[in-house]
């Protein structure tokens, strides 16, 4: 959730405490168990309040994390203009809509359902960006995604049982993914500033949009249930903060490409942990289907020339936090809760 080029591999320090592949491991389980956490958020508290409380959470540790390092903020109306845009789009937005669908759908759907967020940014792109021309290969990953989706809904049963509200907007959240890395690149790329920075301003300007909107649908809750309290403060200090600096970390030693293939563990781990833990109902065509979303994603984000991955290349993109959009953390939308 920081626009700005992400950093090279080269420009990761000498030394880690943890092996990048822990961190790796760390993050996909972190955004895996984020569904999981909103489910268990909206038990005891209100949709919008589960969002606030993820956005708070996640911009104290971002805080902290530019203090420590003594960044610096972003500068110029415009600028800032852009972040509330990119806010809205890809944190206040889709953050609300999973917490309302969660009421109505399992986290396993949710899960999968984020994980269209490739496709709808394969489909956009056709339109805007003109660098992004479809190729064989790409326009079979989108039609394959597809299918899977419809595979997951099962669509040959007239979608029976499933609840179309939640679902629907499960997959709205995703499209706001979408058309938010979008925004991000045409106004945000080469911004000259730190994605760290970009990041944690994003993330609390959200957070003040949510302090806006939260008391106009909700009220104060009566009680506080320590599971769902809990919840909450995972899902904004581990899964919206801790997460993006892991996930900057991992980008900055071993390059975008490797960091997005996060993407393809994160509904599986969701899955788990709802079925696990949850006690959720997995029929046949909901991990068939997630599979065949999975590969149609793959597919969409393959670079047709070296000369198409030059172009790429140069629209850097931001660290922000969730196709061949630029996101902050690299050169491909990666889904996240």
Known sequence: MSPAAPPSPSSAP?????????????????????????????????PFQVTFGRLLFGTVVLAVAIVVKRDRLPRGARLWGHLAVAAFLLNALPFSLFAYAELTIPSTLAGICNATTPLWGMLLSLVALSEDRPTRVRAAGLGIGFVGVLTVLGAWQGFSGLDVTGTAL??????????????????????????LSLAGSQVGL??????????????????????????????GALGTGYAMLLQYGVVAEVGPTTASMVTYFIPVIATAAGVALLDEQLTWNTPVGAVVVLAG???TQTRASTRTAGVRASGGRLSLSRTTLRDPRGDKIVPRA
């Open 14 to 46: 000498a030394s880690r405490l943890l092996d990048w592949r822990v961190r790796f491991g760390a993050l996909a389980l972190i955004w895996g168990f984020s569904f999981l956490f909103i489910k268990v958020g909206t038990e005891g508290f209100a």
């Open 170 to 195: 499960a997959l709205l959240a995703s499209f706001s993914y979408a058309v938010g890395w979008i925004y991000v690149r045409r106004t945000l790329s080469g911004a000259g500033v730190s994605n």
């Open 297 to 299: 994603a793959a597919l």
């Open 206 to 235: 959200a957070t003040l949009q949510l302090a806006v909107v939260t008391p106009l649908f909700t009220s104060l809750p009566t009680s506080f249930e320590l599971a769902p309290l809990l919840s909450v403060i995972a899902l």
